[in-house]
């Protein structure tokens, strides 16, 4: 995974140097998710990223958040970044106009692996923002059609109101061999789909355990379950990969903060093959 | 090794400021030795010896003309190499946005570190490691270090914390420095056993009036040295001691200690190898011109875990086992060494005595096998 990293853009001397660049575009998703495209030509040159990868993004004055990338790898001078209004930064950061600038430097951390997928089938599986990390992945399978197997994207939000990119999600489905599947929490008058946890989606798909691969990556307690469902189904653990959360200031190994266990989830991770972290999933309070 | 008369200890001093070094030595201060500019040898702390135990510290203060005569206070070289508030960047609002407003080049300052304890040359090592040993590293870090000198101090008595026998790094300093001393002062003799330890301090001796040892001095020395690697007040065995850790993720111990354990901090700022940070974000009045800091931070503090959906390590006892977790298990996946060199400042600070050696030693002599190994 370290010569992936090779395409990293930013001077390593400047590891915490933030980059200034131009808010194009602000898209609401649901009430308290938003999408900043990003205005990336200029200061930081031809920036390039890996699926999976994050950000730093800084608001003047405020304070900066890692945020994942969640555009297509191959579209050039513009990105993406869904972010859940949360926390001071990301609160500020939704106050942000088209025309705005914020700061930005990265990317950072480790990627979802494409090439163990060639060939095989694809099993996306996610709840809430998780998808936004995977999105690239998704975009990445798309592209290269032909070289995987099927593709099914499993995906759970709280509710109708709160899904993710509808629209795209739509037109995945519309994809040549690809099984979207979605299903909410708590339904309304409008939702005709499927109810309940995103594990529960598994019984409605036929996993062929030997040869699929599997891309997890939500809620801490949803991978968790969804790991037991996918051992039960026989799907060997090398073949899973799952991105972890944790609080970090630099990105860079530097801080601390992101510790998780023996890893640093912003180098090691966030995006770990799951033998490397299982004994970890189960220590509380890690 | 060769002989340097207490009286030409000022001429070490010259030798190193014609050298443009800035000196940073031991000086005694507030009833403790700390860190700060030496600009002549009556700077450094004469007579002044540590007594330390858990949770106590007193600096004694006998008629000898010691210079070296305490062991370790509470900063080390961190505090220079990586220090406890840095400036990442300014900037300016303009518009709609901002632009970083490049600081009048200030050169990272060029130090001479004199009095660095073998254990504390560990530390640095181990500092080299986390700030310059992998993918990224951190500029300031890199140029202070690469132009340091490092003029070590050899102990020839242990204070009531050590322990560093165990951990492998004292108490003589074997490499890493540039000259490393030991202070010979009893029976009307006062001087230094010098060991030359790079070209540079070649070089710095040849401006320093000084002879070569005689047999008999330098086996005096190295008695010392013996006698107080022998005289360790602590231990703490290593052996096995990462998997040990991972086996006992849930032992009670870490109940107990978390009932006596303030999350005060105090050992993260004190341990030389502690490296966490977090950063402060901060505008003017009129909101023109921000500014971003880096600080020490520690594991200990009630948000340094803290995500979206709230704070990851919620209790004293999380914490703690964080603490001594990554300092004795993770930091040998991390860094590939123990992330402790036995200074035992982590002891002597911590405000009720919690003593790292004796939590391990517990843990091991009531160790559970969980299914967590």
């Known amino acids: 995974m370290k010569d992936e990293l090779a395409n990293r853009s930013l001077p390593m001397s400047d590891a915490m140097m933030t980059y200034p660049v131009t808010i ?47 555009s297509d790898p191959s579209r050039t001078g513009t990105l993406d970044h869904t972010i859940h209004r949360v926390g001071t930064v990301t609160t500020a950061l ?9 700061g930005v430097r990265g990317p950072y951390g480790s990627s979802w692996p494409l090439d163990v997928a060639q060939k095989r089938d694809v099993c996306v599986i996610t709840g809430g923002i998780g998808l936004a990390p995977l999105r690239p992945v998704i975009y990445s399978l798309l592209k290269k059609r032909d070289e995987y197997g099927r593709i099914i994207i499993l995906y759970g939000g709280r509710s109708p109101l709160d899904l993710l990119y509808r629209v795209e ?32 989606l598994l019984s409605y798909i036929k996993l062929d355990s030997r040869n699929t691969i599997a891309y997890v990556c939500g809620p801490e307690i949803m991978m968790k379950y969804t790991i037991d469902e996918l051992e039960r189904r026989g799907l060997p653990l090398d073949r899973v990969y799952l991105s972890m959360e944790r609080n970090m200031k630099c990105a860079v190994g530097f801080c601390g903060h992101c510790q998780y266990g023996p890893t640093f989830i912003c180098k090691d991770g966030p995006v770990f093959p799951l033998p490397r972290i299982r004994p970890l999933l189960d220590r509380k309070e890690l | 090794m060769v002989i340097i008369g207490f009286t030409h200890f000022d001429e070490l001093l010259s030798a190193l400021r014609k050298r443009d070094y800035t000196v940073i030595g031991p000086v005694a201060r507030d009833g403790a030795i700390a860190l700060d500019v030496i600009l002549s040898a009556s700077d450094l702390p004469k007579g002044c010896h540590d007594e330390q135990q858990p949770g106590s510290y007193f600096l004694r ?60 040359i560990g530390a640095i090592k181990i500092n080299d490691s986390v700030f310059d040993g992998g993918q990224y590293s951190d500029a300031r870090y890199v140029s202070t270090r ?16 050590c322990f560093c026998v165990s951990m492998n790094t004292g108490p003589r300093a074997t490499h890493a420095f540039d000259l490393a001393l030991t202070e010979i002062c009893e029976n009307g003799t006062h001087h230094f056993v ?66 006596r354990c303030l999350a005060c901090a105090n050992c993260t700022m004190v341990c030389p190898t502690c490296f966490c940070s977090t950063v402060d974000d901060i505008t003017d009045l009129t ?48 860094f590939g060494t123990s992330g402790c060199v036995g200074c035992g400042r982590c002891i002597t600070w911590c405000p009720v005595g919690i003593d790292i050696t004796h939590e391990a030693q517990h843990i091991r002599e009531t160790s559970i096998s969980t299914i967590n190994s």
């Open chain 2, 287 to 334: 909101g023109d011109h921000a500014e971003r800091w880096r600080r020490w931070d520690s594991c200990f503090t009630s948000d340094f875990t803290k995500i979206a959906g709230g704070n990851i390590r919620m209790s004293t006892r999380t914490r703690y086992r964080q603490w001594m977790m990554h300092k004795l298990a993770h930091w040998h996946d991390q």
């Open chain 2, 146 to 161: 690469k132009d340091a000198c490092v003029i070590a101090v050899n102990c020839t008595r242990p204070a009531g914390n």
């Open chain 1, 94 to 102: 939704s106050q942000k106009k088209r025309g705005d600038v914020i």
């Open chain 2, 194 to 259: 010098v060991d030359v330890g790079s070209e540079l301090g070649q070089s710095i001796l040849e401006d320093v009036t000084h002879r070569q040892a005689e047999k008999n001095e330098i086996e005096r020395a190295l008695d010392l040295l013996s006698t107080s690697a022998a005289g360790m007040c602590k231990s703490l065995e290593t052996e096995g001691l990462p998997q040990l850790l991972n086996d006992n993720y849930e032992h009670p111990e870490w109940d107990d200690v978390a009932k």
């Open chain 2, 61 to 120: 203060h006998e008629e000898d003309e010691a210079i070296f005569g305490y062991v370790v206070g509470p900063q080390s070289w961190k505090k220079y190499l990586y220090p406890p508030r840095l400036k990442l960047f300014s900037a300016k609002r303009e518009g709609k946005g901002f632009e970083i407003v490049s600081d009048s080049a200030t050169p990272s300052p060029k130090y001479a570190f004199l009095g660095v304890r073998p254990c504390e």
């Open chain 1, 169 to 200: 999600l739509e037109r995945w489905e519309d994809a040549k061999n690809v099984e979207v599947l979605v299903t909410v929490d708590r339904g309304d008058s409008s939702w005709k789909g499927h109810i309940g946890v995103v594990t529960s």
């Open chain 1, 24 to 70: 194009r575009k602000v898209i609401w998703e649901n009430d308290d998710t938003f999408t900043l495209t990003l205005d990336m030509n200029g200061t930081l040159g031809e920036f390039s990223f890996l699926p999976g990868q994050f950000n730093m993004l800084y608001v003047y004055g405020i304070g900066e958040a890692a945020i994942s990338i969640s």
